[in-house]
Each structure stands twice: as C-alpha cells, then as structure tokens.
C-alpha cells in the first residue's frame, strides 16, 4: 500500500510499505476514505517530537470502513463506515475509567506518533470497539473527519476546561482549525461576545461568518490587551482560550482575565511561558490545560447530526492521495495559501 512516511526531520516520502495486518484480538485494520493533515504532522516533520522514528506513517485523523476485525472486537464489523479518533483507549485502565483516554495506560495519542497513523491506504487501530465511532446518517464525510481531533480538542481542552457560560466574553487566541473549532462549539453556551485574536486578517475576517462578534489583529501585544479591556468596560473576560502555544499568546492570554476568570490552554507549548502569578494570586484565575481525551465524541457527533454545527466549514482545500506532497506544501503555507483544513481523499 501507499504510505506517506516521516523519513527523519524535514523530510517526508510517499512510498510503498507493507499493508497492516490485525495482530491481536482487539484490533482493526481500517481502509481510509478520507484523512486531513494537522499542525502536529508539521511540528513531527520539524523535529519537534523526537519520539517519532524514522518510518512511522504520518495523521492521526481520518474516517474509513472496516476491513478486518479481530475475534475480541463487538462493535464493528467488516463493511462499517468509522471515524478514527485521534486518541486510541483501551476502556478498562486506571486513566480510562476516568474517562482520560488521552492518558490510557496502552494507547492515548499513539497513532502517527509512536505507531503507523492514517495517512496511508490502510491504518491498524488497536483496541478498535473504544477508539472507533461509527459514522451517523446524514454526516458529510468532511464533516466526520472534524470529530477525529479538531473539534473535541477546540470544545473539551478550550470551552469545557475554559467553562465557557451563558452570556460570558470569550477571548480565542489564534484562529487555526482548533481556534475555530472552539469558536463553533463554544456558541452552545451563548456568550454573549467571542473575540477571535490572530496575526492573519484572512483568518479573522472567515472567524466573523462562524460567529465571532469581534476580532483583533495582535500584531501589537499591548495595544491588543487595551483594546479588549475597551471592550469589556474595564473588567477583561471570563474565558481566554489559548490555541497557539508560544509564549506571547500565552502572555496575552493571561493579562486579559477578568478577576474569576478562567485561562483554557490548547496550545502546544515548546518553551517556557513567564506566569505573572504576581498578579494573578488575587484575581481568582483558574488556568487549565490538557490533552484532548476524545469523551465527548458521541455528544459532538449527536450536535452534527442536528445540524447545531457544520464544522465542514473550516475544510478549504481538497486533495488527492496521491498529491499528498503538494497538500503538505498548501498546508505549510496557510496563511498565503488561506487553508484551514485540508481534506485527503482516496478515491
Ligand atoms: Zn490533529
Ligand atoms: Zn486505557
């Protein structure tokens, strides 16, 4: 099969590898219809997660249907449509009766990490029957391939851990495809205003048709900060989300809470942030970070199914398989190349 492989940093191959096999009884081998490239595929090609080896297959999202299943495996059978969640959970451990999944004691966020992921032909998912979800009715595919990772990452890491609530103001730094995917879900709590902060015009002005009642251009830290402390009377907002990861966003993040606020971290950070725990102590601040856990799949596939949103939104480009290099190339290049997501199709 085709596989598009991490050949050491910098570098990536689409080559011919071996197709997977199941090897244990929990296992299914699912054959991919659609997968998407992610800002982490990008941070493993630039060396960033060095626990990535040579040859491992690049993605951690995607849907496809089930082409083999071991003998321990109930909920599928051969022939079903599934999403592959990001997050691979066995559903018996320490972490996973807590519904940590991102933490399982034999999974969390394995896949195009320290085992073959989804972009490839084919994909082995261990411990199938907790790590798979069957695709309703009526989901477009470019739909589905949102509940892989983007949307439960931008509602349980940002609005949930954030506790985004009716009539709050909502700060989001950063309107990549988590920063949006909190914009969405996070109208199911009916803020009364969502400020979306970026360094891209393009980015922030697509926020305004998915619902942000202001954006701001942070190109300039401070003037950022005094502009929301203008549009909140003073106080500064309930809920900052943070879906960058550098520690200027950070920063920015934590000068604009309001005292009970609560500062929601997503991002991926790579260096050490400076906490202004100075003034922060007396403010009643809640921070918060993590890692997405994927628990709240079956209820964001139910608010799809209704139509409460419609994340194929944020998919701005279209591929094929076998442009993978050129889709890396589109993807890199975001801000010129105006992408947000960008779909992988097989066929
Ligand atoms: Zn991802
Ligand atoms: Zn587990």
Not at 134 to 159: C, K, N, R
Not at 169 to 198: N, R
Not at 227 to 245: C, M, N, P, Q, S
């Amino acid at each position: 099969m085709k596989a598009l492989v991490y050949a050491g940093p910098g570098k990536k191959e689409l080559r011919e590898v071996e197709k997977p096999r199941v090897v244990k009884d929990s296992d299914a081998v699912v054959r991919l219809v659609k997968t998407t490239i992610c800002g982490t595929d990008l941070h493993i090609l630039g060396g960033d997660v060095p626990a990535v080896k040579e040859g491992t297959i690049l993605g951690h999202e995607g849907i496809g249907i089930v082409e083999e299943v071991g003998a321990g495996v109930s909920n599928f059978k051969v022939g079903d449509k599934v999403i592959i969640s990001c997050v691979t959970s066995c559903g018996k451990c320490h972490y996973c009766k807590k519904s940590l999944y991102a933490h399982c004691e034999d999974g969390g966020w394995i896949l195009g990490h320290l085992i073959n992921g989804t972009q490839a032909e084919y994909v082995h998912i261990p411990h199938a029957d907790n790590s798979l979800y069957h695709v309703p009715q009526g989901i477009s595919d470019d739909a589905a391939v949102m509940i892989s990772d983007i949307l439960p990452t931008g509602f349980e890491v940002g609005v949930l851990s954030g506790q985004v609530s009716p009539g709050d103001v909502v700060a989001i730094v950063g309107a990549g495809p988590i920063g949006m995917s909190a914009l969405l879900t996070s109208q199911f709590y009916s803020p009364s205003k969502i400020i979306m902060i970026d360094l891209d015009d393009n980015r922030l002005e697509e926020s305004k048709k998915f619902g942000a009642t202001e954006t701001i251009n942070s190109r300039d830290a401070q003037a950022t900060i005094d502009k929301i402390f203008e549009l909140t009377d003073g106080r500064g907002v309930d809920v900052a989300i943070e879906a960058v990861g550098y520690p200027a966003t950070f920063d920015i993040c934590q000068r604009i809470l309001s005292p009970g606020g609560h500062l929601a971290n997503v991002g991926v950070h790579g260096k050490p942030v400076e906490l202004q725990l100075q003034d922060l102590w007396i403010r009643n601040v809640t921070i918060t970070t993590g890692l997405v856990s994927t628990n709240t799949t079956p209820l964001l596939l139910k608010t799809l199914e209704t139509g409460k949103i419609k994340p194929e939104v944020l998919v701005t480009h279209q591929f094929k398989f076998d442009d993978m290099i050129e889709a890396y190339e589109t993807f890199a290049n975001a801000a010129k190349e105006h992408a947000l997501k960008i779909i992988i199709d097989f066929q």
